[in-house]
């Protein structure tokens, strides 16, 4: 069984940068792809950022296109989320998910991932 524990948010002025950490235990996250989603206040759980198992694909939403970074070790079985020039509509808790394995695809589709973490608040003051 798979858990995944996110770190690594707070309060921060716009501007500003954060590095979000997702650590997993168990055996299948060097093998999974791995994404970032984030949830604002009376909105839905939308796509941030995914990486494959090996890191040969990775993609963005358009909205943090050109900010955000995002990594993986799986020798640490951590993955990053490096989030530079934050804004206040970027405000919301972020979630990591573990999604399917061995693909050379990139998964935006929510549903497609099956493991969660609890969730790291990241709030951006103007």
């Known amino acids: 069984q798979v858990q995944l524990v996110e770190s690594g948010g707070g309060l921060v002025q716009a501007g500003a940068s954060l590095r979000l950490s997702c650590a997993a235990s168990g055996r299948t996250f060097s093998i999974s792809t791995m994404g970032w989603f984030r949830q604002a206040p009376g909105k839905e759980r939308e796509f941030v950022a995914a990486i494959t198992w090996n890191g040969g694909s990775i993609e963005y939403a358009d909205s943090v296109q050109g900010r955000f970074t995002i990594s993986r070790d799986n020798a640490k079985k951590t993955m990053y989320l490096q989030m530079n020039s934050l804004n206040p509509e970027d405000t919301a808790v972020y979630y990591c998910?573990?999604?399917?394995?061995?693909?050379?695809?990139?998964?935006?589709?929510?549903?497609?991932?099956?493991?969660w973490g609890q969730g790291t608040q990241v709030t951006v003051s103007s």
């Open positions: 998910a573990l999604g399917a394995r061995i693909s050379a695809i990139v998964d935006r589709t929510l549903g497609n991932y099956y493991a």
